[in-house]
Structures are given as C-alpha cells and as structure tokens.
DNA sequence: CCGTGTGAACAAATTCACAGCC
DNA sequence: GGCTGTGAATTTGTTCACACGG
C-alpha cells in the first residue's frame, strides 16, 4: 500500500486505536464486528470508521461487517507495521531510563536499538541492558548505523540540537518527550509526548467544576 | 475567568504551549513579542494565535505585540494553573514507579498525593517516598481526600475498572497511560499518553521513505 | 507604519442519509 | 433486513484581509 497523499493526519492517527482494538477484540475469540460495534467500543461514530477505511479501500461485507483479523492484518500492513523499526534513544536521565525500560515498545515491533547522553558520567554506564554512549558519537554511530526514528528525553535546553543532529542524519521520525516545541525540516515526521501540556489543558474544563 | 462554553477543545489544546514558550520567553529576558515571532517560535500561524487569544479577550497592543509577562499570566490564569492540583497514582508497576519519580509534574502545580495498585506484593511497600496502598482502599481514601485528577498506569485489562471507580469517587480529570480507549462519562476529562500509537501513526509515513 | 482583533472567506473534518449488495 | 461505502450536507476549524488604535 502506498502513502496516499490525500489522507488527512488525522485519519492516519485514528488507525492504530483501531488496529488496537481489533487485536484485542480477536485475542477474546470475536470474528466479525460492524462498524457500530466498534464505534461504541472507541467512543467515535461509526460513519467516522467507515469514512477513514474508505480511503484505503473496502474491507467489509455488506449486511454483515468487518471481518476482525483481516482488517487487524489491513490496518497494520497500511500503517507499516509489519516490519520491524529502529530506534536511537537520547537522554538517558530518569526520563530515557524509563523509557529503556518500558515494556511496551518491543512486542509492537518497535526497537531501541543504541542509547546517548552528553553528560561524561553515564557515558559507559550500562542502563537496562543497554550501554550509554556520547552524544558526540551520535552523527557518526547513524553513519555506520541508520535508524528510523529518534527518541528525545533531554532537557527542553538541549532537545532542538539534538533534534537538528537527528535529522541530519537520515532519521526520519521523532518521538519527543521533551517540554520544547520542536522545529524539524519538512519529510521528517515529529510526535509529542506531553503529559503536563495534557493536565494543563485539562484543567481549564476542571476549575469550573464545582466540588 | 469563566469557562466559556463556545471555545473549541482545539483552542484550549493550545494554550498551554502558548504558556509554556511565553514562560521560556521570560525566562530569557524577553519582554515583548508579536503573534508573528510567537507563531515562527513555534511554528502556527500568527493569525492562528491572534484567533484563540480572542476567544478569551485584547491582551496585545496594536503596533507593539504582547506583553510576555502578562500575556503568560493572563493564560496560566484562563487554564486554571495558579492553583495546586492533587492526582492519585493507580497502578505503581514499571510504568507507575517512573511516572512517580517524574519530576515535570511538580513544578507546574500537579501533586501525586497518593499511590495505588492491586498486586499484594508491592501493597505497604513505598515507591519514591510514598507508601503503596491497595486498590481496594481507593474508594475509602477518595471520600476522605478528594482528589482533582487520577493516573492511570495499571494494564489494559484493568484500567477500565480502575477509570469507573476513579469517576464515581468523584475524580474530574484522568490521565491514562494504559494502552485502551476508556470510556469515561460526560463531564470527565479524559487524556491519554500513548506513546506507541503515536510511533504507529508515524510510521504510516515512515515506510514510504525511500533510504 | 506596525501589529492586533475580528468578521468574512475558505478549508477541513464529521455526520447524514441512502443506494447497493450480502 | 442489515450494514457497508460514499457523495452531499453540515459542522468545525483555519486563514485572510483590513479597520482601527498606538
């Protein structure tokens, strides 16, 4: 399946909860499921399902629905998530520590596969089984080395040189937890992992509640 | 500041990076700034900015800009920041214990004031300096200390559960960090932290790469 | 002259509603 | 009869462009 140009973002975003679910709703033993079902399972409107699927293709039998493992199998082969994905991680402070120690990356088929810092004190340290390296290597462990997508838990001071030496270096995604608003070239794909900016805007709903 | 029933979720979505950059901003000795620097910090449209600042009020001078300082305060205040928010941990396994040593919330205001989890073993054990109570002891502590926001970081097969006793304990506000769409009912506040969706909508794009 | 604030114009996203097929 | 797939209608969100004040 190619990257067609005219999906919006937003569907593209949408697709990997589905797939989600799919693999959950296959693993309890459900075969067939309708696009109702499934909305009410996410919360979303099933047209809005249907419309997102149409624009890959049409995956499910008039009068009946969606077969569960095929569409599973559909999604992940259209977002790409059949092979498997490298990843370099930098910043290993508490951040980047939990971060290598997250058991959640691996069975998706997402993989650290090097980690770095800029502080001489972890360089050479060993953190959940991976060794740290300088920073300073980085350019040059990417040469020899390409990764697809970079992982940044510096502080917000550091993170845009290290997402400038990422770039320039042929990574092509960035998973940024710093608390920085990125600037990265166009073609390289940039995502946030913000927990504070998700409180802070939830708290503007929160504050008018009263207790 | 009244919570305005007309502002879209978009809107409020955004300020706080607005807040956060503008604190950045100060920080460096900035003092005034226009919606067309702002935007190029971040990369939206000043238009853009000028449009969500007027759902809330004037708070720039024609010709000049915006005050930093006061324009940072003005949205700390629209977002409900200059109040002390308590969150309760649910679920204090790999991911729990980092998101208990994290040390972003703090700063900004949010308190993890009590922590979680169903598992026997880990129950009267203490995490970062906070003592691990039992799941079943969270409805009890909820009516003797309400709590504003609930994490959740417990697996996908219980945070549902986890999500309704939060809600009918009166909890507003949930960040959930489980890999599952909750369903939570109107009224409360949902954010997810799902770092692996966010690398499998990436890699949509990723795949079409020529290296 | 510069940059805000804002209706108006435009674009994007969602939902509707129904023809078509199982 | 039930449910998909999809144009059309509607809603939501973004950008334009300019009157106005500093």
């Given at each position: 399946?190619?990257?067609?140009?005219?999906?919006?973002?937003?569907?593209?975003?949408?697709?990997?909860?589905?797939?989600?679910?799919?693999?959950?709703l296959?693993?309890?033993?459900?075969?067939?499921?309708?696009?109702?079902?499934?909305?009410?399972?996410?919360?979303?409107?099933?047209?809005?399902?249907?419309?997102?699927?149409?624009?890959?293709?049409?995956?499910?039998?008039?009068?009946?629905?969606?077969?569960?493992?095929?569409?599973?199998?559909?999604?992940?082969?259209?977002?790409?998530?059949?092979?498997?994905?490298?990843?370099?991680?930098?910043?290993?402070?508490?951040?980047?520590?939990?971060i290598?120690?997250?058991?959640?990356?691996?069975?998706?088929?997402?993989?650290?596969?090097?980690?770095?810092?800029?502080?001489?004190?972890?360089?050479?340290?060993?953190?959940?089984?991976?060794?740290?390296?300088?920073v300073?290597?980085?350019?040059?462990?990417?040469?020899s080395?390409?990764?697809?997508?970079?992982?940044?838990?510096?502080?917000a001071?550091?993170?845009?040189?290290?997402?400038?030496?990422?770039?320039?270096?042929?990574?092509?995604?960035?998973?940024?937890?710093?608390?920085?608003?990125?600037?990265?070239?166009?073609?390289?794909?940039?995502?946030?992992?913000?927990?504070?900016?998700?409180?802070?805007?939830?708290?503007?709903?929160?504050?008018?509640?009263?207790?």
């Open positions: 399946m190619m990257t067609l140009p005219g999906v919006p973002q937003v569907v593209i975003d949408r697709l990997p909860v589905y797939a989600r679910t799919l693999a959950m296959k693993s309890k033993g459900r075969q067939v499921i309708s696009s109702q079902e499934l909305g009410d399972e996410l919360g979303v409107t099933p047209a809005q399902i249907r419309k997102d699927l149409s624009y890959f293709g049409r995956f499910g039998k008039q009068g009946r629905g969606y077969n569960v493992q095929r569409l599973g199998t559909e999604l992940r082969r259209i977002l790409g998530l059949e092979q498997e994905w490298t990843m370099v991680l930098v910043g290993v402070g508490n951040l980047g520590r939990a290598l120690s997250y058991r959640g990356f691996a069975p998706e088929g997402f993989k650290i596969v090097a980690a770095f810092d800029m502080h001489s004190e972890k360089i050479g340290t060993t953190v959940g089984g991976m060794k740290v390296h300088s300073k290597s980085l350019p040059q462990y990417l040469k080395s390409p990764a697809d997508i970079g992982i940044i838990a510096v502080s001071a550091s993170a845009q040189d290290v997402a400038n030496v990422l770039v320039d270096h042929g990574v092509k995604g960035i998973l940024n937890y710093a608390p920085v608003a990125l600037r990265v070239s166009e073609g390289t794909r940039l995502k946030n992992i913000e927990p504070v900016l998700a409180l802070q805007s939830m708290t503007y709903y929160l504050k008018g509640v009263v207790p």
